[in-house]
């Protein structure tokens, strides 16, 4: 839902978006906790796998001929097969007809799930993970939102995790709330109760 609120916002105000990586698969590779399950770990391999094909859209779009949104587009034709069309069970089933089918209905090259098991990829996800740590500090999860990078002004957030990715005004004031919290020195905001998703 993440991704849909940023592409909103980024119509709204013509904002340049970077989509990175940061990879659960290898945030959790040490993890010998109890509720880290075999299955769990299978599951964020899969996720894992998707981050590999979407670091080659990036490679494929990179330099000024390329294509800026590509990345967040795989993001999001990911993200609503897996949430919004509860696609999971396929997902589970059979990963790489499902990714290759998402592949195909977001209109990207088919070829592209040959990267799926490509783990020459996981060198530059490895990386982006610790750089997105490194902006926000350890025991985070995703989203993590780094506004104004590069400048004076840069600051990182993990969250917002919402319920119903917000639309129009509401997402833009909500982009302007995290923003301000991202630079005001919160640390953490947290509630355990919340509405389902809504993926509608």
Known sequence: MTSRWVVDVQGQRSYSVDWRFISLWILNEDTDAEWYTPEYRRGHLLG??????????RLENEGDGGDRDAVGRWYTALGEALHR?????EARDDHRA??????????F??????????????AWLRAETELALSRTGPDVGTPILSFRPG?????????PVISK???????SEL?????????SGVAELKRSNREKPDFG
């Open 48 to 57: 894992h796998e998707g981050l590999r094909i979407a670091d080659a859209i």
């Open 85 to 89: 069309d509860r696609r999971r069970d």
């Open 98 to 107: 499902f990714l290759a089918a998402v592949l195909d209905e977001a209109g």
């Open 109 to 122: 090259d088919a070829a592209l799930i040959d990267h799926a098991d490509d783990e020459s990829h996981d």
């Open 151 to 159: 400048t004076e002004h840069e600051a990182s957030f993990f969250g």
């Open 165 to 171: 990715a917000p639309t129009g005004t509401e997402a």
């Open 175 to 183: 982009w302007d709330a995290v923003e301000r919290l991202a630079r």
